[in-house]
């Protein structure tokens, strides 16, 4: 079974300040999905990284995928309390297809 | 736009009662996923459908948990009786196929208490 390792797991920051998330694992990923997931609601999809190296933006949010295809990373550039919550990397086990989930970076933006 | 519904949105129940959660996937999306998801960590698999077939259930436990999708459609998910460990957030989500890149969409979940 594939793990899926986040760092840090939580994150204070004000705002307007810059950070990154970090989504490790030992293995081999075919695709990575970001989610952001606030108090009481469901996870909701921003990004899928497929080819190693890749790197997508959304508006603040800077998305990369390992060159091996074994990491990805989260940069939100000049934070906002809007983007309080939990965020989620989730990928396919390639040997069993179960979706799996990283371990959560529980970020707050401070006003 | 298409969105996974998921009810009740909130149960609150005594240890040793049955409760059941409802989940509608988005139409057309054959298969469906059902997690748990203690609070502050991800989700964990429960049990996926392929169409009305349970293609995954290793992580659910049997002895209390049943799921089903008897058209292919929408699906529920019971557990009696009910425990203090089974409060979580119960979340469903489809996707279109159960190919390795294919996107789940999630609905808002069902926020389980037991007391």
């Known amino acids: 079974t594939q793990l899926l390792e986040q760092s840090p797991q939580f994150l204070s920051i004000q705002e307007g300040e810059n950070l990154t998330v970090y989504c490790n694992s030992s293995s081999v990923f075919s695709s990575l999905q970001w989610y952001r997931q606030e108090p009481g609601e469901g996870p909701v999809l921003l990004v899928t990284?497929?080819?190693?190296?890749e790197v997508k933006k959304l508006k603040r949010l800077t998305f990369q995928f390992g060159d091996a295809r074994k990491d990805s990373s989260l940069h939100i550039t000049a934070a906002q309390p809007g983007d309080t919550g939990l965020y989620l990397c989730a990928g396919p086990d390639s040997g069993t297809y179960k979706y799996i989930f990283g371990t959560g970076t529980r970020l707050k933006v401070l006003a | 736009e298409a969105e996974v519904a998921q009810s009740p949105r909130y149960k609150i129940t005594e240890k040793s009662q049955a409760v059941a959660f409802w989940c509608d996937p988005i139409?057309?999306?054959?298969?469906l996923y059902w997690y748990r998801q203690i609070l502050g960590q991800g989700p964990e698999l429960l049990v996926q459908?392929?169409?009305?077939?349970?293609?995954?259930d290793s992580q659910l436990p049997k002895d209390r948990f049943s799921a089903e999708r008897l058209k292919g459609v929408d699906s529920t998910l019971k557990i009696q009786p009910a425990e203090l460990g089974d409060s979580a957030m119960y979340l469903c989500?489809?996707?279109?196929?159960?190919?390795?890149?294919?996107?789940?969409?999630f609905g808002p979940g069902t926020r389980l208490l037991v007391l």
């Open positions: 459908f392929q169409d009305e077939s349970v293609v995954d």
């Open positions: 139409s057309g999306h054959a298969t």
């Open positions: 989500a489809s996707s279109l196929f159960s190919q390795r890149q294919e996107t789940q969409y």
């Open positions: 990284v497929v080819t190693g190296g």
